[in-house]
């Protein structure tokens, strides 16, 4: 394999160089590889321009080994680019943007106006099967039947942990996930449609709240949308071994829904010892501590 040089991107290394970085990246050693590869990443943005020309290169070997490095760098913007949404946004932040860059920081190419553009179909279907009607129980019922009968999204009882349980896209693929994020995903569709719907962050549980001058339903979105009342929530409380009090009945900002996912998926590396990745959500959850 005889790579030929790129003159024309700037670079630190010369056309030399370059031509033996890429043969060594090749390099059966795998110590060797981690060195080369080291070395690469060490000239930041110049080696990205530079290793994507070869992310489809017609050797297999290199073709994988580029992507590699050019999937590092895409997950290093997208990692910089989540620290700065929640560094430079309050309470009130874009909760769904902040969900979907979330989900960049794991999934750096994912198409994040798909997942808006499938919201917005999901909402118009609803919108659709709503019609004129405005009684907050056949509302909420409608709504229940087609998100959790129709298209089948449920609560991973039985993979709790995994990680992708967490990730707005990954919930939205797999129509599963956990309390915080199958609510994120109902407060979203009562967003299009104009519902009086927030996010009730109880502790070891999460749900919704649709909330009117004469009506006040709680709605379990992990558990199919099961409806609750407020003497529900608090023998959750109380059965849970948790103070009975209204403030774990209050609505949560945005910023702090956003801080608590990022707390569930650092409390899951920490768990399955993804010290990496742990360490990543430790620095998403100082951001958003400022």
Same mark, same amino acid.
């Given at each position: 394999?005889?790579?030929?040089?790129?003159?024309?991107?700037?670079?630190?290394?010369? /056309?030399? &160089?370059?031509? %033996? +970085? #890429?043969?060594?990246?090749?390099?059966?050693?795998?110590?060797?590889?981690?060195?080369? !590869? $080291?070395?690469?990443?060490?000239?930041?943005?110049?080696?990205?321009?530079?290793?994507?020309?070869?992310?489809?290169?017609?050797?297999?070997?290199?073709?994988?080994?580029?992507?590699?490095?050019?999937?590092?760098?895409?997950?290093?913007?997208?990692?910089?680019?989540?620290?700065?949404?929640?560094?430079?946004?309050?309470?009130?932040? /874009?909760? &769904?943007?902040? %969900? +979907? #860059?979330?989900?960049?920081?794991?999934?750096?190419?994912?198409?994040?106006?798909?997942? !808006? $553009?499938?919201?917005?179909?999901?909402?118009?279907?609803?919108?659709?099967?709503?019609?004129?009607?405005?009684?907050?129980?056949?509302?909420?019922?409608?709504?229940?039947?087609?998100?959790?009968?129709?298209?089948?999204?449920?609560?991973?009882?039985?993979?709790?942990?995994?990680?992708?349980?967490?990730?707005?896209?990954?919930?939205? /693929?797999?129509?599963?996930?956990?309390?915080?994020?199958?609510?994120?995903?109902?407060?979203?569709?009562?967003?299009?449609?104009?519902?009086?719907?927030?996010?009730?962050?109880?502790?070891?549980?999460?749900?919704?709240?649709?909330?009117?001058?004469?009506?006040?339903?709680?709605?379990?979105?992990?558990?199919?949308?099961?409806?609750?009342?407020?003497?529900?929530?608090?023998?959750?409380?109380?059965?849970?071994?948790?103070?009975?009090?209204?403030?774990?009945?209050?609505?949560?900002?945005?910023?702090?829904?956003?801080?608590?996912?990022?707390?569930?998926?650092?409390?899951?590396?920490?768990?399955?010892?993804?010290?990496?990745?742990?360490?990543?959500?430790?620095?998403?959850?100082?951001?958003?501590?400022?």
């Amino acid at each position: 394999m005889q790579p030929s040089p790129v003159s024309a991107l700037p670079a630190a290394f010369s /056309d030399r &160089e370059r031509v %033996a +970085l #890429l043969n060594l990246l090749c390099d059966d050693d795998p110590g060797v590889q981690r060195a080369v !590869r $080291a070395k690469i990443i060490s000239q930041g943005a110049m080696a990205a321009a530079w290793m994507r020309s070869f992310a489809l290169d017609s050797d297999p070997v290199l073709r994988r080994r580029s992507q590699e490095i050019v999937r590092h760098f895409d997950s290093q913007a997208a990692d910089n680019r989540f620290l700065g949404f929640c560094l430079k946004n309050g309470e009130d932040l /874009d909760l &769904e943007e902040g %969900a +979907l #860059l979330l989900a960049v920081s794991e999934y750096p190419h994912i198409n994040l106006a798909g997942y !808006r $553009a499938w919201l917005d179909d999901l909402a118009a279907q609803f919108r659709e099967h709503l019609g004129a009607e405005t009684d907050p129980d056949i509302v909420l019922a409608i709504i229940n039947r087609h998100l959790f009968s129709e298209l089948g999204f449920v609560g991973n009882e039985k993979n709790y942990y995994d990680p992708q349980n967490s990730y707005l896209n990954r919930v939205l /693929d797999r129509r599963t996930g956990n309390p915080i994020t199958l609510s994120l995903v109902y407060l979203l569709i009562a967003r299009r449609l104009r519902l009086p719907v927030v996010g009730i962050g109880m502790p070891g549980h999460f749900v919704c709240r649709f909330q009117s001058a004469l009506r006040e339903i709680y709605i379990d979105p992990f558990n199919r949308g099961r409806l609750l009342s407020k003497a529900d929530c608090l023998k959750y409380l109380a059965d849970s071994g948790q103070a009975v009090h209204d403030p774990h009945l209050s609505p949560v900002t945005p910023r702090r829904m956003l801080t608590r996912i990022c707390l569930n998926l650092h409390h899951i590396y920490v768990r399955s010892g993804q010290m990496e990745n742990a360490a990543r959500f430790q620095r998403y959850l100082i951001a958003l501590s400022n």
